[in-house]
């Protein structure tokens, strides 16, 4: 065959490399060059910023050969271009499949060991049943520490488990979401099951309760386990439910986030917000300052991700090297009571519209006074998203605040940071990494 070339059988996850802390100006030819002289360079991809069209400030580089990862990773740093550049191996990015239909019990443990002959599994998600005393329902979520691993298995007709197991592929749980609002307080689990089945088959219905009252707070949401199911129901902006029209659009995806502690070192938002980008897409990066050292930042931050799975993949790390300073990870999450000042005492970089809940500001939690962790008005305006109606009064929260993040659904508006502003008001619930 002549001067054939091989490349043995390692995955492009295993050959990829992460450079962070680049020149805005820097291209792709001089990264090729640079990273060249390490071995032979396949491919390099800059990551751009959608909206202005400008470098994010790292790269990845994929090496035809592994051993040429190897000599670049002896050292942690490199000087490029008169800066210094951080590297390291790429993370992989995980895959997660449906897995559904069992008609006989088994445990999570009988799942992870079958799905381990294909790759390492991270975890399995088993949904239960709360009307059913917390009954397992008849489906999982099964993620793999790699995506060709999920991307491999839907094409296998069943997962040979438990007789005619059913697959879907790599399509997470949120772009097959849907929200439901503006529903009778009447509505029940199995009601919103039975009509939004004529879409599609529902892997599971959730209807959002208030935890005082314990009353519907008139919004639910539907998880198909196909998406195309989801897209049949979207084709109509309002739905007749029991005589009553419903707004349905797809669920805003929840958002996860960090406590990163500890820095010994100075390092910027940007260099933070550079090394976490390797993993996810990082919608915020916020850091604390002392006022009364002159606003100096303190040694931690808080890290919000476009998804929640990337903060909880993170989460299994105890420790991460950034730019060289070993720091501490810790989930952060929201206490219902008291709240976040965003005045006196502290302060927060980045602004007061953040501040309010939007996006992972301090409001951004799932459930913290009502907030879903979107901006003000993710949802439009009409009937309340972010804009008053049913349930929002003052406060702007619109079937319990499930757009603003602050505003705390009801007549009460008890996260009221868009009512009063000044100090940043509540604001949602206090973040407390610890």
């Not at 995955?11 to 680049?22: I, P």
């Not at 035809?64 to 990773?73: A, F, I, M, T």
């Not at 520490?145 to 997470?172: C, H, Q, R, W, Y």
């Not at 979207?234 to 005589?243: P, S, V």
Request: charged share 25%; aromatic share 10%.
């Amino acid at each position: 065959m002549g001067d054939t070339e091989m490349t043995n059988n390692v995955s492009e996850d295993d050959r990829k490399l992460f450079a962070g802390g680049l020149p805005q100006e820097t291209t792709e030819a001089e990264l090729k060059e640079y990273f060249g002289q390490f071995g032979t360079v396949a491919s390099v991809n800059i990551k751009m910023d959608a909206m202005t069209g400008r470098s994010r400030g790292f790269a990845f580089i994929v090496y035809e050969d592994v051993s040429s990862l190897d000599k670049v990773l002896k050292d942690e740093f490199h000087n490029f271009k008169n800066k210094k550049v951080a590297v390291k191996k790429a993370a992989s990015k995980q895959g997660k499949i449906y897995v559904g239909k069992f008609n006989t019990p088994i445990t999570e443990d009988e799942i992870k060991q079958h799905f381990s002959q294909y790759g390492n599994v991270v975890e399995v998600q088993r949904p239960v049943d709360r009307s059913k005393n917390n009954e397992p329902k008849n489906f999982c979520f099964v993620t793999f520490e790699k995506e060709e691993t999920a991307n491999t298995l839907p094409a296998v007709p069943s997962a040979g488990i438990m007789g005619d197991t059913e697959m879907t592929n790599n399509v997470s749980e949120d772009d097959r979401k849907l929200f439901a609002g503006g529903l009778p307080q009447e509505t029940t689990e199995a009601e919103l099951k039975e009509y939004f089945g004529q879409f599609g088959t529902v892997a599971s219905v959730n209807i959002k309760m208030d935890a005082m009252t314990g009353r519907s707070r008139g919004f639910a949401f539907i998880v198909y386990e196909d998406v195309s199911s989801l897209d049949k129901v979207l084709k109509d902006e309002f739905h007749n439910f029991k005589n009553k029209k419903v707004a349905v659009k797809k669920a805003a995806s929840k958002q996860g986030k960090i406590y990163v502690g500890k820095f010994n070192t100075p390092i910027t938002e940007d260099e933070i917000k550079q090394h976490f980008s390797q993993y996810g897409n990082v919608v915020e990066v916020q850091r604390p300052v002392d006022r009364s050292k002159n606003n100096e930042p303190k040694n931690f931050c808080f890290v919000t991700f476009e998804k929640e799975e990337t903060a909880n993949t993170l989460l299994k790390k105890a420790s991460e090297s950034v730019h060289g300073q070993e720091v501490e990870l810790k989930k952060v999450t929201l206490k219902q009571e008291g709240g976040m000042r965003g005045g006196r005492g502290g302060g927060m970089r980045g602004g007061m519209g953040r501040g309010q809940g939007g996006h992972g500001g301090w409001g951004g939690g799932y459930d913290a006074w009502g907030g879903y962790g979107g901006g003000w008005g993710d949802y439009g305006g009409w009937g309340g998203y972010g804009a008053g109606g049913w349930g929002g009064g003052q406060a702007q929260g619109g079937w319990g605040a499930y757009g603003p993040g602050a505003g705390g659904g009801g007549k009460m508006g008890m996260g009221g940071g868009y009512q009063r502003g000044g100090r940043g008001g509540r604001g949602g619930g206090r973040a407390a990494p610890y």
